[in-house]
């Protein structure tokens, strides 16, 4: 047992309280103590779980990647702070049930990227992005001993990112059109078949084929349909707040304008920036 570990909850606490720590290590240090703090201390910390904290690492993913695209640093250097005590509250309840401690996180995250970097650490050739991802994959199936490639896609994972993910793994190998020409044709031949659909059943369906193929169609543009989609949401909110502002200056209800009315507050709304 190491000094760290012969220190009393009541010591760690007035240390946490009162240095802020003026090193790297040490501030590292004071987030660590401070979560063996509140396990001990706090009623609600004490009693959660990996699992039951689960939803909240994801939501303040969510919350990050909002404090990105608005460019707020403020914001994110916060955002970063939650999702970094996540991480180290995971970490410390792992250390508790005896699995692993933050040392062996740490070990664990530099030896996959040294083994999957042989391009910068080792003598493979990899000239192109190209390359660095087939060997990325073909390195994963044989580290984590996976039989097939999709083996460990996160079911987690929303559904188009899922979508991406899978699309992007099997293209790594190979399995994908040349060029974004085949993908376009598929996209022609998917809206046609969800045209013929008779039932809720293949409408689904063929909807379900229709939106895997638009995702394709993404990453042949190079663009993550998770962020297109996001930023697109996020304009059409920024719009519709400009409309709405539109219809309380006029004094009018929402319900007293005609379509064509809306459609060009719409479009003063577009040319806004």
Same mark, same amino acid.
């Given at each position: ?10 010591? #760690? ?38 699992? /039951? ?7 303040? /993913? ?86 097939? #490639? ?7 994972? /929303? ?34 078949? #969800?045209?013929?659909? /008779? ?75």
């Amino acid at each position: 047992m190491d000094a760290q570990e012969k220190r009393t909850i009541a010591e #760690l606490r007035d240390e946490v309280a009162s240095n802020p720590g003026s090193t790297l290590h040490e501030k590292f240090e004071r987030v660590i103590n401070l979560v063996k703090v509140l396990r001990s201390e706090c009623p609600w910390d004490r009693k959660q779980t990996p699992s /039951s904290l689960a939803h909240l690492l994801l939501e303040e /993913s969510y919350e990050l990647v909002h404090a990105i695209d608005e460019d707020d640093d403020h914001e994110l250097k916060k955002e970063l702070g939650d999702l970094f005590l996540h991480v180290t509250f995971q970490a410390v309840m792992a250390e508790e049930a005896g699995r692993f401690r933050f040392p062996d996180v740490f070990d664990a995250l530099c030896n996959k990227l040294i083994s999957r970097h042989p391009h910068v650490f080792a003598e493979t050739p990899a000239d192109s992005e190209q390359e660095v991802l087939k060997n990325w994959e073909s390195l994963k199936l044989k580290e984590k001993g996976r039989r097939g #490639l999709l083996d460990g896609v996160p079911n987690a994972m /929303s559904e188009l990112l899922r979508a991406y993910r899978v699309q992007k793994k099997v293209a790594g190998v190979g399995f994908d059109w040349d060029t974004s020409d085949g993908v376009l044709d598929k996209l022609v031949e998917e809206i046609a078949e #969800l045209r013929d659909a /008779s039932t809720p059943e293949e409408q689904e369906a063929e909807f379900g084929d229709l939106l895997f193929t638009i995702v394709n169609f993404s990453r042949h543009l190079h663009a993550n349909p998770e962020d297109a989609l996001r930023k697109a949401t996020n304009r059409f909110m920024h719009r519709f707040n400009l409309v709405e502002q539109m219809v309380r200056q006029s004094g009018r209800n929402w319900r007293e304008f005609s379509p064509d009315e809306l459609d060009e507050f719409w479009e003063r709304a577009k040319n806004q920036r």
